[in-house]
């Protein structure tokens, strides 16, 4: 409710400021000969200001806010471009516009991120990346393309693994170990890129129902993407022409996330066609686009994009590959205006057999479809309505072979509670499990915009409602339960069993928002903009919307951007977003542990006896909802100089709470023992087992259920500093610092990786437990491109420096032999000790030194990387680049460590081409 | 238009045979590419006298970059040159293919090749005061199994060269990209060469696994004046290498030598339980001097003069600061041009090169200081008589050279020296027509014998790993060859502008010797054949 009231206080606040605006004016002109270009199309950024150039190549814009703008100018067969210009409050104001066949032939041309541009109708803090950007960093995927935001780490281009991307969280060391407690809890990295959303030509992806998971055992393993966020591989640069990465607080527009959101452009409408083919040693890439006109109203394009990596050549015969195909077709007419996008995607990682690792194989297959209709409808000149529809089909199939070896080990396949005779299961064997599954989103959202002039004469207005339902229709978890794929009982855990996933219910979510954009002019020059909004975001307990409601997150979020002086914004922001938690830990299914009451193991598989029980335990977690977290932010811009040097400084912290863990909760089974009743040695058959038990044991177990129980805090600083061309040298600088420290805090309990010793062989009475540790990563990274234009030539050259200055990883919890929290016991009764009685005599047993933690700070020393990009236009209006990430071969410096072969990822070079297709017309 | 002319670096086609040599090992297409064309490169060595397989070039590829160029540029690899050695405009895109096999070959290399290659490279002058030049090139070369050498060039001065036993096929990828620009402020003139090479090896056939990488930046600054008729000029150069080699077993065990010398190397063992053998190369070579360069009457000339440096460190650790094994070499180079029009119809050309070294090797590990000490010379002139071409009618050139090279290497660990000193004059000729006035047709031969004065350890009384490794590759430099070379033509204009050219050669070497100078001297012959297209722009 705090915010709410905030949210009002500013919106009454910005209602007693005045809004004005000016008249833009001026043309468009040819680079060579500046001959006047008819038909460009000239528009206002975030605005829905548009015109069209007259055959003196003349445009004209009524009414444009004040302020710092960006006009944005696009024509067929020329580069976009995109100005920065300051509006004045009332008045006119002249500014013509250069463009060229190709970008690399304009000075000046953008080729890094634009740190004080805005996403579209959004204030938070944001990150654009135009297409000349894109095209100027010899990315694969969208992920490459993320490198150009503060803070994120130089990686090569391919597809070598899965790429999945968390804002504003650096590494640290992962809790548990192993196959023991704790294993499963989430990594800071998996929580910050499962609340990272990633928004596709205006419709959310989802990894929600991702269940490609082998579970926390994981005693087999394949490519996985699930329990993060998306496997950013899908998303082909070469096929985007623009993305914007809210860093800061988004507006209540945007649900489902907790730390930001990234929205991408497909390259869609009247696009000069074009090919491009990349070639490196272990990538080749071909991608081709186009679009046009049909008529007057509509166009229609399409994006081609096939991949594959190398990922370790000559070594293993390791690829990932990649196609990717889409459609747009956009119809304009009167006040209507559909867009329609089909979109394929196979990612496929294949790991075949090595002749080293005979019966050692694994595969990861996405295939995708989705369809989505985003329609907008002018209700006059200042509302319209938009309409946002799409279905996404997945089929995901991953499968692992692999020897194990066991010794005489019971098993049953029973899938109810009960006793039966079980079967052995010995030697060495090939398992396989294979996961089938196949995500379905449906994904709508309505909403009304318009310019009500309530409290501003610049003001947006916005409600909408959303809503998504989620599922899986895939076959499941399968494996042949006579090969079992996991075979090491922890007691944790239990055996595994096949399972549906079409079984599995589906999520259902409203989502609801307001959200109130104006700027309103503050004394002569001044500008005070704010954004302030409301979402309620409801989970259903049901299959429909209409179903109960099983949690609600209430958001108020808001952005406040004052503008003394056009050349100085300050800004500030908070708020709330929350997260949907994953399928897998709304419904984890039922565990089995199968309970050994006989073991009779005779040399003739004929007269071998098992019996077993099995005990079914539900994970599932009725009370498990929405994570949550709370943003705020707070910086300043600034223009310096008369040359146009932009600085940009902000403070933020980001607190994640109830991310989803795992909570072990003890409990022990009774265990009963029966006594064999003849020896059938001989005779062919097994020997008859008496009832009732002999004797009995109580069998302590963990039961892994998932939890809001984690807190991931996030908090640090970001510096941009963009100086602009220096003429004589005809380079231009841009500086990125980002200082980032994430703690995660589990409240859960730990325990040694002993712990299944303790189970099954009853030799000790009870074992410590540990209350979870925290854990933090900071790291402060500082990168600097550099670069330099020769438009004469049509040349850009970039280098990017990227200086790691700190990065240290270190777990905060006792581990004395004293740091025991209590103990569990046999009868799966947790009995917490008090600090002053820890070493007390009757606690000898529990004076165990904590293993899993890393109590010594593990820093690494300063170092750096070098990156380099030449891009060439060629003689037919096609561009040539030659690219190198880490061009020197660093290795990296070891400091102390000597146990790693590499510490920066190796060289990667290659070439790019891109040549237009002129026989498309 | 201007914008097409003034491409630097272009379109992934390439220019056929200035760039293929520099990877390919054994008979050198480079051989075909004229010496103005090389010399203003930052990738290349210095204080280094790689061997090569014994070849021979031919004059074809004159007709197609015109008469030889000579000047502070294109002959001292000054760019401070650039703006008068490049006031035209030029830009070149073409494939290559070629192919070498045959058993005589030196043990480090297989016994064929496969590769592949785009580049482009074009200069332009932007304006009387600023030019422009630029070359990449993007190529894939396939090892056939048979090669024992786990380096990328293994061939140089440096006696430390790591091999391994597994022979593998090899899959080589490299990419380079080179650009000069040049400025002329009044009488001063200064320039900037940048160059950038990268490689990356990997096996493709066998149960060892061989993963190389090369990283080689590079660059030369120059400070030119005239003074009168003349231009002074002084430049530096430098070019920094890192390798990491990386052996690992695949599906079968094998050892790898680090071969040092004449001795015989122990060999270390590859199994998958002790990890992967991991080396690394760091190179530091560097060069400063100074050339002048001027005109008496039709004569044009110029002189360069510089010292050279290299030093080169080796080392196994994974650690800050490791033990390293060291070879620093010392040496100088020097170059003259000539070039003299008789008629108007009618061009001399003279170059002479001269390069000598002295080196020194330090293994980290052992406290005998210098175990190896490396004397190499060479000298090389050539003398180019050129009938320029007409729109009709006949052109050709006539070149005739002589090579003398002395390499004297002493292993002071086993007190074992190799001396090897050879001559090899050479005699070539092109010839070509124009058919009506757009079609170039030409063909050229050559020969160069190769003849060696040497003194080798007798391979019989070594251990096996010399005679394996070591023994083959100094008896084949102690035996006589002859190579001999044969390319053609076509050019085709098709535009003012604009002419499509195919090419081919063919090289083709063999032992002269009657009788092999020991058992492990290769036999039978090595040949070679190339195959070029592509487009110049003017």
Redesign the interface.
Known sequence: MRQLRLAALLLVTASSLQAQGATLSGRVLDINGSAPLVQALVSIEGTILTATTDAQGRYRLETVPAGPQVIRAIRIGYAPVRRSVTIPPSGSLVQDIVMAKSAL?LPGITVTADPVSRAKGELGTASVIEHEAIRNQSAASLQGLLELIPGVPLQPPGLDGVQQFGLRSVPISVGGGGNGPGAAQPSAGSLASFGTQIILDGVPISNNTNLQSLGPRGELSFSTSAGGGIDLRRLPASTIERVEVIRGIPSARFGDLTQGAVLVETRAGSIDPEVL?R????TVEASAVGGTALGHSNTVSSTLDLARTRIA???TDDESSRYSLQIAHRLEKGRVRLDTRFDGFQILEDLPE???FPGFESMSRDRGLRVSERGRLDLGTKARLELTSAFESLRQRSFARENKLTGALPFTNRLTEGRQVGEFLGGIYNARVDVKGDPRFLYNRLELVSEPHWLAREETFRAGVELRREWNAGPGYLFDIASPAQISFNGVNGFDRPRRFDLIPPIVTTGLYVDERVSRRVGSEGTLSAQAGLRLDLLHDGRSWLSGVRDQSVQPRFNIELAPKPSFRLRVGGGRLAKLPALASLYPGQQYYDLINVNYFANNPAERLAVLTTRIVDKTNPNLGYSVADKVEAGFEADVGHRGAQVSFLVFRDRIKGGVGIQSTPTSFLREHFRIVDSTIGTGRPPDYEIPAFAADSFPVLIDRPDNNTILSSSGAELIAVIPEIPWIRTRIAVQGSYIKSRLETNAVEFRSNFSEFQVTGDFPRVPYWEGATRTGDRLLLTTRVIHQ?P????VVSGTFQFTLRETRQNFGATDTLSFAGYLTRAGELIPVPAVQRGAPQYADLRLPRSGLLSDAQKGPVDWLFS?Q?A?????G?R?S?Y?FN???R?G???TR????RLFA??R???E?TMPVVVWR | MALRLASIVLLLLGCAASSAAAQSLGLDPEHDTPIWMRTWSALGTSADLPRRLEGVGTATSGLMFGPPRIGTFWTAGNPAGLVEGARDTRSDFSGTWSRQSGNYHRPLEPNGTTLAQGAAQAWKGFSPTFAMLGRVTFDRERLEPGSRAVTTEPFGSSPFVTTDTSGSGVRRTRATLEGAAGWRLGKWGVGLTLGYEAREHSSTTSGIVRKIRLATPGGVFGIARRLGGIELAIHARYRHRTEETDVAEKYENGRVYELVGYGEALGIDILGATGDYIRHRAENASAAGGSVAGAFGPTRWTLLAEATRLRETLWRQEVNDPPRDRWDANGWRARAAIQRSLTPRWLLTMHANAASLSGTGDLALDTAGIIFTAHESAFATEMELRLLPLDQGWTGSLTVGWTHESRKRQDLMVHLGSSISANTPSVGFDIGRTIGSRLLVSMGAALAPYGPTSTIPDPAAAGPVYRYYVAPELDLYASRATPTAFSFLIQYRGGKNAVLWLTGRGERLSSSESVPLSAFTPGGNRSAASFAGGITLR
């Open positions: 032939s083919t070639l490196d040693a272990r050549p000559g070594q090595r002749p080293l020769q004469q030539a049509g040349l380099l030449v060439k236009t060629l003689p037919a096609g040539l030659f190198a061009t020197l071969d290795i410096n070891f400091g000597t146990v790693t072969a190796p060289m070079f290659g070439l081409l």
